[in-house]
């Protein structure tokens, strides 16, 4: 031979050397395999010749890999055993792992659908549960954080949960008096623009009291924390920052330290930087000394501080509460004045500062997850009590031959545990895709309002859980089919040949299955459906106002620089200045916030209105420039609205939306009437009532809402609305310009068109639906396989049955319906559970968010049909089958 | 080996095959014979496997041959029966034949 010999793939050749230990068997294996490549390339070319070569080493890797890991002897049957010379083995795991597999491995198909269907449903659950660890069970992780506490004393009255509420006298008082709690501090929002970097920015941000660090236990990366002194006015030009800032903004220059930075235009000093996981409360990146002047110090009337504190050794939070509560008690009898509605609260950091709108979602996730899960062990309990009857004869050989009962049972648990081991790893990667899609889903915007998103990750934990369903899941679907397949009295399935064994209650138990899952898919499905309902009214119903061709800018007008109303008035009329007269600009208006962005709640004083204590009078207190209602479209519906008229010096009004009015002022016109925002402050008068807006997403349209002349209070924080007559986004560089053009140092927030400000603040919930879709998507799935495996397991132990009965005359249509009677049935029952379950759940629901979804019978109905359609479609294909053939052939078929 | 194995059906087979093929006995001849005379496909895993156990059993021995370049430079690996491979042989061709007696009628039919 002349040209050089062709030579086998090298990689293939490693991997049988790697295999192969023997170094007299590896020459032998890989000379003898050399020797058949040579003559196949001469036959077949080397393309088919290395493939060859390839799936002969892969075959050979792991014949001898199993040889050395599992110890053989030879096959029982032939073999005399002589208990002197070979001592009994010790029982071995591997060996029944060996066997498990060749189980597995000789149907592939049905292995591929378990594994698959209880990979998708533990993948499923892994993100799920790594969702609730990472936002609600542990969003916060830093040694010690367990022992902090957050004391509030809110206001019966006031509205939801406030934890910054506290007054900074009652603080004092307690900070003295508390021997439960070994430290105590208080923080206050600040979020100040910094500038005098590359770019000005706004950034959350607290002014907290010197002992704040040390009630977290949170020692600097770098430099140093607060000094007491530091909390005077004038000393107080310190800042400490976040271990992200130092990183995003200061590429971790350690330098940073002693250098000054601007915030709201004043010059501040870094003292120090935070390690990372310490961004308390409410991802701060930035801390300031709280500086109040002695005479704050002393007021009960305003709240504003949110108040930590350490337990001492040995304390509790219910001791803590005990101590306080008494402390609150006496403070409520020497102050009657400013704290004789006053109530304490104590909770745990942890609890105090999770979105409280993450539990339900987080629960409603996790128990769709579970329901999954739940649905794909029926599914594979089915499928493997199939199969079990199928080997029917080869447990009645196996115990004909002295096979015990329980060793037939641990090697079915064996079959199971293998089964479920390889979905685990099946599982590891499809979790971590799942998570990283959870990340990437959720809105940036809510980014600071629920700490942990940095927690969604694959780790230990969610390992853990997903071994633990596992081996719980293995449990639950491979026991009963065990149990099941080895009950067979031996005598009965070798004479038969395994054909009657499809007992009745063995078929009982899969009918049982295949309803359970067809009635927990209704569940799902008509929980998906009501939350993906109720999104899309929320995110694309009616809204009050017109949502496109609109342009926002979000900024705060913050610090000395605007510390004047005159100065944020001007601010807003040269902003207006350089955008009138554009072409692409229709209408121009400015407002204290815009629809579906968060805003806080003032109190009002309608006047002549008499309200109990326990009545919310509050409303969402709207400043708005006159042609606010115009660029938004909100009707008028009464009166007038704002004009250039309602300046500082003429009468001050108020436009109130029809809710408002209707719930002060029921049957009569609110024209005229008059409201104050304090107890003893100016009279607004009543000149307008407008159309009620939906103001933020999971509110009723009667939210009260009040709209104030900006003229004549102009506000810190501050949206540009801008109505356009083409693509809002057009005038997105122009809108920037103008007010970059007015004051470069300020920045802006927020730059984006009204249908996106709904869309982000929709982000999560519109998440949630859309996850919700995909898992009962899947639940259905499961489903559906579930009725089509019945049923064609059940057609196929009715074969013979059918050929007799077209032998005596049957028509293939008879049979058709007779076999798809069973499906309807099984379907018809499932449904049954299913609509009741679903209407139960949807109560639960409708509580659990807050009026997101409603009580939606047509639809519930709808997708009950639906759903037995396909069902209905999923048994009818095995039953045609059955009925199709030949019934000389299944006659004879053995 | 003081007592007589008996063999199972692959291992049966398989030395069978190293008897017919006397001093030609190696993995690819082997494998080829049995396949021939069987009809049914053997995997070279089996195989393998079949003769490692047969030769710790003691039924084969087994000697190294020379490197030749059609083989990469590797040695052949050449098999033979040994006394106790022959008993074993004999033992389990005489369990099969003593318990085929009297089903000629059966076996031989067509």
């Known amino acids: ?56 080493a892969i075959g050979l890797g792991i014949r001898f890999t199993a040889a050395r890991v599992v110890p053989r002897s030879a096959p029982r049957r032939w073999q005399v055993r002589d208990a002197d010379m070979e001592p009994r083995r010790a029982w071995l795991p591997a060996r029944d792992v060996l066997y498990a597999w060749r189980a597995i491995a000789h149907r592939p198909g049905l292995s591929a659908t378990i594994v698959g269907t209880l990979a998708l449903a533990l993948a499923a659950n892994a993100t799920v549960f790594n969702l609730v660890d990472a936002l609600y069970l542990r969003p916060l992780r830093f040694p010690g954080v367990e022992r902090v506490v957050i004391v509030s004393s809110a206001p019966n009255n006031a509205p939801g949960a406030q934890h910054n509420s506290v007054a900074p006298a009652d603080f004092r008082d307690w900070q003295h008096e508390s021997t439960t709690l070994s430290d105590l501090a208080a923080a206050t929002f600040w979020d100040p623009n910094m500038s005098g970097v590359d770019e000005p920015e706004q950034l959350p941000g607290f002014l907290v009291s010197p002992g704040f660090f040390r009630v977290l236990a949170a020692e600097p990366l770098l430099g140093r924390t607060f000094l007491d002194a530091e909390a005077i006015p004038g000393q107080d030009r310190r800042v400490v920052l976040s271990h992200g800032l130092w990183t995003r903004r200061f590429g971790s220059d350690p330098a940073v330290v002693g250098r000054t930075i601007r915030f709201d235009g004043e010059p501040y000093e870094v003292i120090g930087v935070m390690p990372s996981g310490i961004a308390i409360p409410f991802g ?28 001492a050794d040995g304390q509790t939070i219910g001791t803590a509460h005990a101590e306080l509560a008494a402390i609150v008690e006496r403070q409520q009898r020497e102050y009657p004045e400013t704290n004789a509605r006053r109530s304490l609260t104590v909770v745990s950091l942890t609890r105090g500062l999770a979105d409280g709108f993450a539990a339900p979602i987080l629960a409603i996730w996790q128990a769709a997850a579970i329901l999954l899960l739940v649905i794909a062990c029926a599914n594979i309990a089915n499928l493997l009590l199939a199969r079990g009857a199928e080997r029917q004869q080869e447990f009645a050989v196996r115990m004909a031959l002295g096979a015990g009962r329980l060793g037939l049972i641990r090697q079915l648990l064996f079959e199971g545990a293998v089964l479920a081991g390889m979905a685990m790893l099946v599982t590891v990667p499809l979790a971590a895709a799942g998570m990283e899609a959870t990340r990437r889903g959720m809105p940036t915007t809510i980014y600071r309002w629920v700490p942990g998103l940095d927690f969604i990750r694959l780790d230990y934990t969610v390992l853990g859980i997903t071994l633990a369903l596992g081996a719980l899941a293995t449990l639950v679907f491979s026991c009963l089919p065990a149990f099941q397949a080895t009950r067979a009295n031996a005598a009965h399935a070798l004479r038969d040949g395994g054909r009657t064994m499809a007992g009745a209650s063995r078929t009982w138990i899969g009918k049982t299955l295949v309803v359970g899952q067809v009635a927990l898919a209704v569940c799902l499905v008509a929980g998906a459906g009501l939350v993906i309902g109720g999104v899309d009214r929320a995110v694309n119903g009616v809204m009050g106002f017109e949502r496109r061709n609109v342009m926002t800018a979000e900024l705060r007008l913050d610090g000395r620089a605007y510390a004047e109303p005159e100065q944020r008035r001007q ?74 008229a309602d300046h500082p010096d003429a009468p001050l009004v108020a436009v109130v939306g029809r809710g408002f009015a209707e719930r002060y002022w029921p049957g009569r016109s609110a024209i005229g009437r008059r ?38 209070a102009p506000a810190l924080p501050t949206a540009f609305i801008v109505r356009t007559a083409g693509d809002p986004r057009n005038v997105r560089g122009e809108l920037r310009r103008a007010i970059a053009a007015v004051d470069p140092e300020l920045p802006v927030l927020h730059l984006r068109t009204m249908e996106d400000v709904i869309a982000e603040r929709a982000g999560g919930i519109t998440h949630l639906a ?44 008879s049979l058709r319906r007779l076999s798809l009677g069973h499906a309807a049935f099984v379907t018809g029952m499932g449904l049954a559970v299913g609509a009741v379950l679903a209407a139960a759940l949807n109560r639960v629901m409708s509580s659990a968010l807050f009026g997101l979804v409603s009580i ?39 | 080996m003081a007592k007589t194995s008996y063999l199972g059906e692959f291992e049966y087979a398989v030395m069978l095959a ?93």
Do not use: N
């Open chain 1, 1 to 56: 031979m002349t040209s050089p010999l062709p030579a086998p793939p090298a990689a293939a050749e490693r991997l049988l050397r790697l295999t192969i230990r023997d170094a007299e068997w590896r020459d032998a294996v890989t000379g003898d395999l050399r020797e058949e490549f040579v003559h196949l390339v001469r036959r077949l070319g080397p393309g088919a010749a290395r493939q060859w070569y390839w799936r002969q």
């Open chain 1, 284 to 311: 701060a990146e930035a801390w300031a000394p709280l500086a109040y002047p002695e005479e704050r110090w002393t007021d009960r009337s305003r709240g504003g501080l949110m108040v930590i504190g350490r337990l």
């Open chain 1, 571 to 644: 601010f807003v009329s040269q902003v207006f200045e350089r955008l009138r007269g554009m072409p692409a600009v229709d209408t121009l208006a400015a407002a204290s916030s815009l629809p579906y962005t968060p805003a806080g709640s003032d109190r009002i004083y309608p006047e002549g209105v008499a309200l109990s204590d326990a009545e919310v009078r509050s409303a969402r207190v709207q400043r708005v420039t006159p042609a606010y209602f115009d660029a938004l479209r909100i009707p008028l519906l009464e009166g007038r609205v704002f004009t250039d």
């Open chain 1, 675 to 712: 409201i104050r925002t304090t107890a003893d402050g100016p009279w607004l008068e009543v000149v307008g009532v407008v159309g009620d807006v939906v103001q933020d997403l999971l509110l009723d349209r009667g939210t009260p809402t009040m709209y104030r002349a900006a003229a004549q």
């Open chain 1, 770 to 813: 859309r996850v919700l879709g995909a898992m009962s998507a899947i639940a259905l799935l499961l489903a559906l396989l579930g009725i089509y495996s019945l049923m064609a397991y059940l057609s196929s132990r009715r074969t013979q049955e059918f050929g007799v009965r077209m032998a005596l005359g049957a028509t293939r249509g």
């Open chain 1, 856 to 894: 939606d019978l047509p639809s519930i109905a709808m997708m009950t049909a639906g759903i037995g359609a396909t069902a209905l479609a999923a048994g009818w294909l095995p039953a045609r089958r059955a009925a199709s053939m030949d019934p000389t052939e299944v006659l004879r078929m053995e």
């Open chain 2, 18 to 110: 190293v008897t017919h093929l006397g001093d030609e006995a190696y993995g690819v001849p082997i494998r080829e014979l049995i396949e021939e005379r069987t009809g049914r496909p053997v995997a070279r895993g089996a195989l393998y496997t079949a003769l490692e156990r047969l030769e710790t059993k003691g039924c084969l021995r087994s000697r190294m041959g020379d490197p030749t370049p059609e083989r990469g430079g590797r040695a052949r690996r050449y098999f033979s029966v040994t006394p106790a491979g022959l008993r074993a042989v004999k033992a389990t061709h005489a369990a099969l034949a003593s318990l085929s007696k009297g089903l000629e009628a059966i076996l031989e039919r067509p």
